[in-house]
């Protein structure tokens, strides 16, 4: 009895509403624990801060009471780091050195965390000894992951950060090695390639998941169960549509004047006022005049892509051209105290985007120059 009621207060540790976020119709989520006995060492765990899903999944060494208790530690420090670091890496470190600090049992954790910005779908990730997680996008296939090692071993260890984009309808699929070692009455076991085979075929979030299972328990037959087995199925539909507003010009600098109609209609999805609306478009009109002046050789036809979104309060411009290399915020800082005749000729119109908008970033990505300007409100 005390066993049967450890278990439903370590199940009330994690997420088990589904979906868990209703309101959010570009994120699909569904995960599943079900444990070997009647407490076990795996763990998942998921929440949003500032437009971002944090999610973890992690599997204790060992099984029973003490894992159980491991188990407990770990999601309460992913919870923890993760309130105030957005890098997964740090997250990571800053658990693994607590962790190793009280390790006298000598248990450890193979554990994976993950940070997904649903505005941009850009995904950065750290793995500690865990297994891949399989990503869906044209293909399916294993994440890349650098291996570190697990949580609890050594203080101090550097853990490896990485990142990738994903674009609507990706998907990922998180599990513990209860899924892949999954064993039937001949100790065959189900194998990264039954994993693969299983998640064919577009579905949502819970009927992968249910098929995952299924699939799992048919291949098990009556052979126990032999591990905990843990699965987090996460399906982004972000990106569809992310830009909705949309202005394509010739790199002529009289196409400016089509710029202020552009962001008026931007300026009222945001309901800003006018004089907010006019300094974007100051900021804007400066960042395409940039492109129409250097991106494109004299006497060359080019195209400025600018796609537009409002999101959670903030308007965000890219601007995409596929000239010459050319980032327009390598350009120093200007001092404007400076008399004209000191200070070096160019960097005002940069200088005056920086001080619009909040952030300016620039990348050079597929032979096109993208530059990003977004304004918070």
Not at 65 to 92: G, N
Not at 230 to 248: A, D, R, S, V, W
Not at 284 to 293: C, G, M, P, T
Not at 307 to 320: L, Q, R
């Amino acid at each position: 009895n005390e066993l049967h009621i450890a278990g439903e207060i370590q199940m009330a540790m994690i997420p088990k509403t589904f979906p868990p976020f209703p309101e959010r119709k570009y994120l699909d989520l569904a995960a599943s624990i079900i444990p070997a006995k009647e407490v076990g060492g795996d763990l998942y765990d998921f929440f949003i801060r500032d437009e971002k899903l944090f999610f973890c999944i992690g599997d204790v060494s060992g099984k029973g009471i003490p894992a159980s208790l491991v188990m407990a530690v770990t999601r309460s420090l992913f919870r923890a780091m993760s309130a105030h670091e957005d890098s997964p890496a740090k997250i990571i470190a800053s658990m693994n050195d607590t962790m190793s600090e009280s390790n006298e049992s000598n248990m450890f954790v193979t554990f994976f965390c993950g940070v997904l910005d649903l505005n941009a779908g850009h995904l950065r990730y750290c793995n500690a000894g865990h297994n891949p997680p399989m990503i869906l996008t044209d293909a399916i296939r294993m994440l890349p992951l650098e291996p570190n090692v697990p949580l609890g071993i050594l203080k101090g260890m550097d853990f490896v950060e990485q990142e990738t984009t994903f674009n609507y309808d990706d998907a990922l699929l998180l599990y513990t090695d209860g899924l892949s070692e999954a064993e039937n009455t001949a100790h065959e076991q189900f194998g990264e390639s039954r994993v693969e085979e299983a998640l064919h075929g577009r579905k949502s979030a819970e009927a992968h998941l249910e098929n995952i299972k299924q699939k799992v328990s048919l291949f098990v037959g009556d052979a126990p169960q032999s591990d905990d087995l843990t699965i987090l199925f996460i399906h982004y539909l972000g990106n569809e549509n992310k830009y909705p507003y949309h202005l394509i010009l010739h790199n002529d600098i009289e196409q400016i004047s089509l710029l202020p109609e552009f962001v008026e209609t931007v300026a009222d999805q945001a309901k800003l006022d006018p004089e907010t609306t006019m300094n974007l478009n100051l900021a804007l009109e400066e960042a395409v005049a940039n492109v129409i002046s250097y991106a494109y050789p004299e006497g060359t036809d080019g195209l400025v892509d600018i796609d537009a979104s409002v999101v959670e309060h903030k308007i965000t411009f890219v601007i995409t051209d596929s000239g010459i290399a050319f980032d327009p915020t390598a350009k120093e800082g200007v001092d404007i105290t400076l008399g004209m005749d000191e200070r070096p000729i160019g960097g005002l119109g940069i200088h005056l985007v920086r001080t619009i908008m909040d952030t300016v970033s620039y990348e050079r990505k597929e032979e096109q120059n993208i530059l990003t300007i977004t304004k918070s409100y």
